[in-house]
């Protein structure tokens, strides 16, 4: 069972791998992009966004605890957000540039996050990047690429039948129908990767704060 659902992902991946190489240069093009971003501005302008880190109090006591929690149940519904609106450019035959322009903001967001940390912290910085941004992004940026990956799939296919004027048949319905259902499925991880930002970074931060 194992050995077969391994050899569906590896020949699903092999198939459509001209798709994910497209889509994982968009997010790679983000990441730079953030990166370099943080060259760009001043400290007085990086040290607002290190508010919530810098507020922690390090003496044992996760002052800032509550105010993770509910930034995270925000960043909960901004990536379903996002996700679902990836899903909806998969049935428009327009819509894509859409989709590639979230995955090349996550990627922009991730690399920004990241950086920031190592400007300001040197190589303890890597460390603090390591345990506050990276747990959730393990989960949530294959959920970016596998549901951009389908949404450019669902598109060929309509544009395949709208250029050939041909019916809608029942195999495509299928797919729309899977199409749907992996959404579903990825949308769990968003809430999985949402709680592992949850509970991870205000620990993690507790042993590595530079503070501590």
Known sequence: MKKSIARSIVYHIHQHASLYVFVMALLCGGVLTGALLVNKLSG??????????????????????SLLNEQVRGYILLDMALIFIIWCTGFTLIGLPVAWMIVFAKGMMFGFTTGLFISQYGWEGVWIAFGVVLPQNVLLIPVYVIVCVQAIKITLHLWRRVVTRQSFNPTFRVASMNYTVLFACLLVFVVIGGLIEAFVPPYWMKWFHPNS
Do not use: E
């Not at 007085?44 to 605890?65: E, H, T």
């Open 44 to 65: 007085d302008q990086l040290q607002p966004l290190l508010y919530p880190f810098n507020a922690f109090d390090s003496s044992g006591k996760l002052s800032i605890f």
